[in-house]
């Protein structure tokens, strides 16, 4: 199993930016998929997941409104259109299942949000 995370960089408060996850090694499709994020200091935090087909999603408060998850099960492909970036937003993001039980993490992707 491998998740490989991409998209993430410098931005100023107020800018987007688009975050993908490919995934391989396992049935992709069949499972529910989330973004997460580690802030500096903090520890991993559920920011958005999605359901198996991609109907379903729950935000965290903090993004609801801003971020919208999605995903493309034929190309293995999970994103995150982050809208609105705020500094308190900065942090590596991660994609992996939506469950306790999850895969090995990738290396995530960094975003940094400048005031």
């Known amino acids: 199993v491998q998740f490989v995370e991409s998209g993430g960089g410098l931005v100023q408060a107020g800018g987007s930016l688009r975050l993908s996850c490919s995934a391989s090694?396992?049935?992709?499709?069949?499972?529910?998929m989330a973004w997460y994020r580690r802030a500096p200091g903090q520890e991993r935090k559920l920011v958005a997941s999605i359901g198996s087909t991609g109907v379903s999603t729950t935000y965290a408060d903090s993004v609801k409104g801003r971020f919208t998850i999605s995903r493309d099960n034929a190309k293995k492909m999970l994103y995150l259109q982050m809208n609105g970036l705020k500094p308190e937003d900065t942090a590596v993001y991660y994609c992996?299942?939506?469950?306790?039980?999850?895969?090995?993490w990738g290396q995530g992707t960094q975003v940094t949000v400048s005031a």
């Open positions: 992996n299942r939506a469950s306790a039980v999850k895969y090995l």
């Open positions: 090694g396992f049935s992709f499709g069949t499972y529910d």
